[in-house]
């Protein structure tokens, strides 16, 4: 039982034509649905019906976060526990969304918006009879799969807490300021070095979500679409300290910004967290140049 | 119609041209003009604020919360999404 992963992410985007537009041909992901005000899209080896909307709005960032569960009785279970902490659950209604099931939704200490679900349409991802590695006719980066998200807000002790304590996520790494102060963390519940992170920022803010890739020249593929089609780069390519990761920086046209990740470790539940201060951290953040921008610390949707 | 549009930035004591129908953060870029901070260049994140002293412009879709209503009243904009109808006098926020 448990949470499985990072099922979908929500985003608000300012012009939802243009958005389809980066989402469809320069991320290179599959629109599989459409409604007014919002698309829905999956990457080509998710097997669920999608793995981000997008939903037009007055100014950009996180409208919610959905993992997705293993079982759907894991609703009762969560509801529950998520009360008994302390913090009020609703119900979101079968088919509230194309595609989706029913789900629990709640408010973090941090102030996003996280549903946990289990029923959702299936639409497979057709590599399951004597397949090939690859469908035809990808476009653009073309990531598999998304893969994590970063959030900021207030108080990250205590979405941590809940994310540990009750959904039994684990941390894979953290960064302790001044001695003591939990500045950020990097949790999981795949084999993945994170499925989320929690940073220090203002409450209810998205840092970015991010798109899974399998290597390196996947990660300067994905560079090179990028200048091709002018995207606004943050930073990258190159390798983050924390998690190991292969990684770019840029962002939507409507700000938000996105990743693309490669790399990291397999950590297991018993994995012993590792722990950046400040005198290492700017090679935590970017290995290579040892610097934190004031962009990437201070760009939030 | 001028083709180009002088920015001069008032509490940096500098200027720079911008071209019709560009915004006036990205011509900055491109000149290696380094004044006005430059964020997501999608007037979503609010990096990029300024205010417009005097001067005629057209500004585009901004997120409502990174610029608020009443700040636009006053002359704040995003520059990554302002595009001058005349020469500009801008300040830099938080100079």
Not at chain 1, 80 to 88: F, V
Not at chain 1, 197 to 225: R, T, Y
Not at chain 2, 4 to 31: D, M, P, T, W
């Given at each position: 039982m448990?949470v ?5 992410v ?5 012009d ?8 469809s ?9 459409r ?13 669920d019906?999608?793995s981000l909307?997008i939903t037009e709005a007055d100014?950009p960032?996180?409208e ?7 079982y759907?009785e ?6 529950k ?9 609703n ?12 789900a629990?939704?709640?408010?973090l200490?941090?102030g996003?918006?996280m549903?946990?679900?289990h029923?959702?349409?299936?639409i ?11 469908p035809e ?7 598999p799969?998304?893969?994590?998200l970063l ?21 894979s790494?953290?960064v ?11 949790l999981?519940?795949?084999n993945?070095p ?21 290597s390196?020249?996947d990660v300067l593929?994905?560079a090179d ?8 780069l ?15 920086y840029f962002?939507?046209p ?6 693309v ?22 090679r ?8 934190i921008?004031?962009r990437?610390t201070?760009?939030?949707? | 119609?001028a083709?180009e549009?002088r ?5 940096k ?6 071209r ?8 900055s870029?491109e000149?290696?003009?380094?004044v ?11 990096f990029c604020k300024?205010?417009?002293e005097?001067?005629q412009y ?5 997120s ?8 636009r ?12 109808l ?5 300040r830099?926020s938080?100079?």
């Amino acid at each position: 039982m448990g949470v499985m992963r990072l099922g979908r992410v929500e985003a608000r985007v300012l012009d939802l034509e243009k958005s389809i537009d980066y989402y469809s041909n320069v991320i290179g992901l599959q629109l599989v649905a459409r409604e007014p005000g919002k698309a829905y899209f999956k990457a080509w080896d998710e097997e669920d019906h999608h793995s981000l909307i997008i939903t037009e709005a007055d100014y950009p960032g996180l409208e919610h976060m959905g993992f997705k569960v293993r079982y759907q009785e894991d609703l009762d279970t969560f509801e529950k526990a998520i009360e008994q902490y302390g913090i009020r659950v609703n119900r979101v209604s079968n088919r509230h969304r194309i595609g989706e099931g029913e789900a629990i939704r709640f408010t973090l200490p941090t102030g996003q918006v996280m549903e946990l679900y289990h029923e959702i349409e299936r639409i497979g991802n057709g590599l399951k009879l004597n397949p090939d590695p690859k469908p035809e006719n990808l476009k653009g980066i073309a990531p598999p799969y998304l893969d994590h998200l970063l959030i900021a807000g207030e108080d990250v002790p205590a979405t941590t807490d809940l994310l540990m304590k009750v959904m039994d996520f684990h941390m894979s790494e953290r960064v302790i300021l001044h001695g003591d102060e939990l500045f950020a963390v990097w949790l999981f519940r795949t084999n993945t070095p994170h499925d989320i992170a929690i940073i220090k920022g203002p409450n209810g803010k998205l840092h970015h979500f991010a798109f899974g890739l399998s290597s390196w020249e996947d990660v300067l593929h994905a560079a090179d679409c990028l200048a091709k089609n002018e995207v606004v780069l943050d930073e990258g390519p190159t390798r983050h300290g924390i998690t190991r990761g292969l990684t770019i920086y840029f962002f939507d046209p409507s700000g938000n910004r996105n990743e693309v990740f490669s790399g990291g470790y397999i950590p297991g539940e018993d994995f012993t967290p590792v722990t950046w201060t400040e005198e290492r951290l700017p090679r935590g953040i970017f290995y290579h140049k040892g610097e934190i921008t004031e962009r990437f610390t201070g760009v939030f949707t | 119609m001028a083709n180009e549009y002088r920015i001069f930035v008032a509490n940096k004591s500098r200027e720079y041209l911008c071209r019709h129908g560009q915004n006036i953060l990205s011509s900055s870029i491109e000149q290696g003009v380094r004044v006005i901070k430059r964020g997501c260049l999608g007037g979503g994140c609010g990096f990029c604020k300024i205010r417009v002293e005097a001067g005629q412009y057209e500004l585009g879709k901004v997120s409502i919360k990174a610029l608020p209503a009443e700040e636009r009243k006053e002359g704040f904009v995003l520059a990554c999404k302002t595009v001058p109808l005349s020469d500009l006098v801008i300040r830099i926020s938080g100079d």
